[in-house]
DNA sequence: CGAGCCGTTGAGGGGATTCAAGCTCAGTGG
DNA sequence: CCACTGAGCTTGAATCCCCTCAACGGCTCG
């Protein structure tokens, strides 16, 4: 399939019919589309995009004016939150089959920086083609699987919230590794972010991640394949968080 | 307006119609269903239940089968969820305005442990009578309504992360203090929560809560009314904010 | 009025930060 | 080809903030 960079899209009749993309796309049962049936999706024809992005660019700006709602086909996407104080902290992670840029649906600009972590491919949604499909008897089940994706979203941040904001440096890691390896590629390849932003995920110091992430590593919870990807071994993990100290 | 238990509804008959109560409500244009006209709230008199908790009452516990949301009239509510260690760690406030238990409407079980923090006013909307809206063409604004509400609490969310979950216990404590001020009550009365609860809610201990309180109380941000409320001086509250070390 | 809960404050220790020095490694140009 | 450079990672040492343990006082309530 094309990958498209995100600044160009390509000419509509260089791309397939909308509904044949749909139908074969790998993560169209959890994707937002899923449900809706062929005919729907004929209707949808070229006015999909399937922009692709690099590691580091930036999707959207927080108080930018949100035109498209995305859904994530591959890849890690991050949201960034930078404080009053100056400092930024990531408050959430995207990956496959995660809808993200909701907020657009409801005019409203968006409301963190969105950068890719990883070469993401999505899918572009246009909000007026969003809005079109309420009125629409075939789109009905749409608000639907829209309800449970923003639910999603926020038993995520909650979770966020319990899981990689309370606690010692140590065990903040642990929660962080096991959800990049939830996110990891069918091979097991988890991305491993750098040092700094480790810290802006949980709120401690480069110099702290580092020596948590050494310490694990020693333990065998990881292993680094290169300098941006990683191994982890779920048991080692899960015991180590099970340790009471 | 009556006050009826949340274990018990008053009879049918002792309550007002529900149009008029609805009109009536202080609530209405920021609530879930003040965008229905009186001819939609006549279709659901006597269906929406209105009950009435007290301090530390439990709405309902994660896990449980939920069959209603409610929207607060009145008070503060709390969200909370107890770590794989055994902790507790509050992840969300809820107050005027709010709509809670949202997971009801995609059958899921409740996702957080909701606790009054305050005496607290609700409406009790059952499930099945919000999906019934759904195909009525007088109810076709509520999913934007409900939307929106949904994509409130993720910022919510992000936000806690952000200011509560971030940088030291000071700073954190007057960004809890500024949250708390805004679900004061009309007077400018806030909510003070025991220590340990603060605690739960910055991740730090009830004796660091407290030392830092001392402190601010000490500053002339907060004086202490009563051993559970207090009021907020927010001029100073954002000149503490503002100070860089 | 004693029991228990809650809040405050102190003393000491530990984990995270700060400051700082090397290290690896990729890219660059002499 | 290889020093040169700079970015990112690791590790050490000193400091500081927060945690732990502890004592004590106020308040409520049986």
Redesign the pocket.
């Known amino acids: 399939m094309d990958r498209i960079p995100i600044t160009a899209e390509a000419p509509a009749d260089a791309r397939p019919w909308q509904a044949a993309v749909c139908t074969a796309c790998e993560v169209r049962r959890e994707a937002l589309f899923g449900v809706l049936d062929e005919h729907a999706l004929d209707r949808l024809h070229q006015r999909i995009g399937q922009p692709w992005l690099p590691a580091d660019r930036v999707l959207y700006r927080a108080g930018d004016a949100g035109a498209s709602v995305y859904t994530v086909r591959a890849g890690v996407l991050r949201f960034e939150r930078v404080t009053a104080q100056g400092e930024r902290r990531v408050v959430r992670l995207a990956g496959r089959g995660d809808l993200i840029g909701q907020e657009a649906l409801l005019q409203r600009p968006y409301g963190d920086d969105a950068i890719a972590c990883t070469p993401v491919d999505l899918c572009r949604l246009p909000v007026a083609l969003v809005d079109g499909l309420h009125d629409d008897p075939g789109g009905s089940r749409v608000p639907r699987e829209l309800m449970s994706r923003w639910q999603g979203a926020l038993d995520d941040a909650a979770a966020w919230v319990a899981e990689l904001s309370t606690g010692?440096?140590?065990r903040r890691l642990l929660h962080l590794l096991r959800r990049l390896d939830a996110l990891a590629d069918p091979q097991g390849l988890a991305w491993l972010?750098?040092?700094?932003l480790i810290?802006a995920m949980l709120?401690?110091?480069?110099?702290?991640?580092?020596?948590?992430?050494?310490d694990l590593?020693r333990a065998g919870v990881v292993t680094?394949h290169d300098?941006?990807h990683m191994r982890v071994d779920r048991a080692r993990l899960e015991q180590a968080l099970h340790e009471q100290?």
Do not use: I, K, M
């Open positions: 010692p440096a140590r972010p750098r040092r700094e810290g709120d401690v110091t480069l110099e702290t991640a580092s020596r948590s992430l050494s590593r680094l300098r941006r100290p």
